[in-house]
């Protein structure tokens, strides 16, 4: 029987790009063996994740999530609480694409990222469960997140981190520290922060030595609290996470944890956010689900400190075969009329 593959993609994600490149995506996976079909994500509340529910339920071997990171969270929340869940594919259309960073996935092209996941190249990564709810690649919390609400939908697709820097100057000097409880695996910490950020992968908001250490499938977050709200400080470590010299602060609690729970103390709002969207108040609890979910990823680039499991790598089959791709899909574009690419 003939694999299928359902491509969710967001056609406002972004610059809208992914829309240009959807027959030649389509083309790279049928040349790979995939019966594949598209459904484009509408403004109704977890299309993206329902949708994702109902192509896993009707037996899809692949979901391909197109989009920024929150049409691959709403993806993954789809699939990840089935017994039988499919395997993963992106291509990065969104502002920060940390998710795809992290795994190697080209982010300027939708096409090269397709030619990703026709090369084969899978590995099964942690995902993070925050309450009842699935995160990929960050949970926050704390005054220092707020920027992340703050910044308009629109404006974070034009400028992309521009946008959040802005931003964020503009919010530092009202910068508080909220009283928080935390348990985590080697113990707890309680008293003002004005930020803590639970990661899954190395690449948060763009910059990839603030969790230097994290392994895609070991099932440990990174957990890090930063313990001051002070501004000169804030600005020094930022200097400090920027270079990745940061875990040895004493003003910073950097730890390894497979699960923590998150209260507010005095009745403070604590809001979470997962993956760059709101995802509820806290108390919280979250666990790290070990190789939860495959995914296709580019794995000749992971670093090998970031992989765990024994991954499979036929380099020269797979060359061939993104060889074979890429010749199918030059051939098949060309037999389009330019106007109905159009």
């Known amino acids: 029987m003939q694999k299928r593959c359902r491509i969710i993609y967001n056609p406002t994600s972004g610059r809208e790009a992914i829309k240009n490149d959807l027959v030649d995506i389509l083309n790279i996976l049928e040349g790979v063996g995939y019966e594949t079909s598209a459904f484009a994500t509408t403004p109704e509340?977890?299309?993206?994740?329902?949708?994702?529910?109902?192509?896993?339920?009707?037996?899809?071997?692949?979901i391909v999530a197109a989009g920024g990171d929150g049409t691959i969270n709403e993806v993954v929340n789809g699939i990840a609480g089935l017994e039988k869940r499919p395997k993963l594919g992106i291509i990065p259309a969104g502002t920060t694409n940390d998710y795809a960073?992290?795994?190697?996935?080209?982010?300027?092209?939708?096409?090269?990222?397709?030619?990703?996941?026709?090369?084969?190249?899978?590995?099964?990564?942690?995902?993070?469960?925050?309450?009842?709810?699935?995160?990929?690649?960050?949970?926050?919390?704390?005054?220092?997140?707020?920027v992340t609400y703050a910044v308009p939908s629109d404006v974070k697709s034009l400028f992309g981190y521009l946008a959040y820097f802005v931003k964020g100057a503009e919010m530092l000097p009202g910068m508080k520290k909220t009283d928080m409880h935390i348990e985590y695996d080697q113990g707890t910490f309680e008293g003002k922060a004005s930020m803590f950020f639970v990661a899954l992968t190395n690449s948060v908001?763009?910059?990839?030595?603030?969790?230097?250490?994290?392994?895609?499938?070991?099932?440990?977050?990174?957990?890090?609290?930063?313990?001051?709200?002070?501004?000169?400080?804030?600005?020094?470590?930022?200097?400090?996470?920027?270079?990745?010299?940061?875990?040895?602060?004493?003003?910073?609690?950097?730890?390894?944890t497979s699960k923590l729970v998150i209260k507010p103390v005095n009745d403070e709002r604590l809001m979470i956010n997962l993956d760059g969207e709101y995802g509820g108040d806290a108390p919280m609890t979250f666990k790290n689900l070990k190789q939860h979910i495959e995914i296709f990823a580019n794995i000749?680039?992971?670093?090998?400190?970031?992989?765990?499991?024994?991954?499979?790598?036929?380099?020269?089959?797979?060359?061939?075969?993104?060889?074979?791709?890429?010749?199918?899909?030059?051939?098949?574009?060309?037999?389009?009329?330019?106007?109905?690419?159009?």
Do not use: C, W
Request: cysteine-free.
């Open 45 to 62: 509340e977890n299309s993206a994740r329902n949708e994702a529910k109902r192509a896993a339920q009707a037996g899809f071997d692949l």
């Open 300 to 342: 000749d680039d992971i670093p090998e400190n970031a992989i765990q499991q024994e991954i499979d790598k036929d380099e020269d089959t797979r060359e061939k075969l993104v060889q074979g791709v890429e010749s199918l899909s030059q051939k098949q574009h060309n037999e389009i009329d330019p106007q109905d690419r159009n």
């Open 101 to 146: 960073r992290a795994l190697k996935i080209p982010r300027e092209s939708p096409i090269e990222a397709a030619k990703v996941i026709a090369k084969g190249q899978s590995l099964k990564v942690d995902i993070g469960m925050a309450g009842d709810k699935y995160f990929v690649n960050i949970a926050a919390g704390g005054s220092l997140t707020e």
């Open 205 to 256: 908001g763009g910059f990839e030595k603030i969790a230097p250490d994290a392994s895609l499938d070991d099932g440990k977050f990174t957990l890090m609290v930063v313990k001051t709200s002070n501004l000169l400080e804030i600005l020094q470590l930022f200097t400090r996470l920027l270079n990745g010299d940061h875990i040895n602060d004493p003003r910073i609690l950097y730890v390894k």
